[in-house]
Nanobody, 127 residues
Framework: QVQLVESGGGLVQPGGSLRLSCVAS????????IGWFRRAPGKQREGVSC????????QYAASVKGRLTVSRDNAKNTAYLEMDNLNPEDPAVYYC????????????????????WGLGTQVTVSS
């Protein structure tokens, strides 16, 4: 059974940090790019980052560049999204997704590319 399970979300103060995890099972994790997306209330889901299957290429949305860092540990079938300096524009449900590919292109945020999706983890930023 294919699964992607996100965790690590929660409530954080502005300027704070969170580390999200995405644990995969039921498919060849090391043959898939992992994309991170988010959906804020009242907005469409948007792509925020991608890391290639080989860990050699990454992409970031302009709104998060410099504050978010994506990584992965293929031995643990896990991807991570380190989020620093969180601000009031960041609250959303964050999702990870898997795309059977080896390179994160500029089109990484096309949802149609991704075969498998997690259910998401909520991130809230509030003082």
């Amino acid at each position: 059974q294919v699964q992607l399970v996100e965790s690590g979300g929660g409530l954080v103060q502005p300027g704070g940090s969170l580390r999200l995890s995405c644990v995969a099972s039921g498919f060849s994790f090391d043959a898939h790019n992992i994309g991170w997306f988010r959906r804020a209330p009242g907005k469409q889901r948007e792509g925020v980052s991608c890391i290639s299957s080989s860990d050699r290429s990454t992409q970031y949305a302009a709104s998060v560049k410099g504050r978010l860092t994506v990584s992965r540990d293929n031995a643990k079938n896990t991807a991570y999204l380190e989020m620093d300096n969180l601000n009031p524009e960041d609250p959303a449900v964050y999702y990870c997704a898997a795309d059977r590919a080896f390179y994160c292109s500029e089109n990484y945020d096309y949802e149609e590319l991704y075969r498998f999706w997690g259910l998401g983890t909520q991130v809230t930023v509030s003082s």
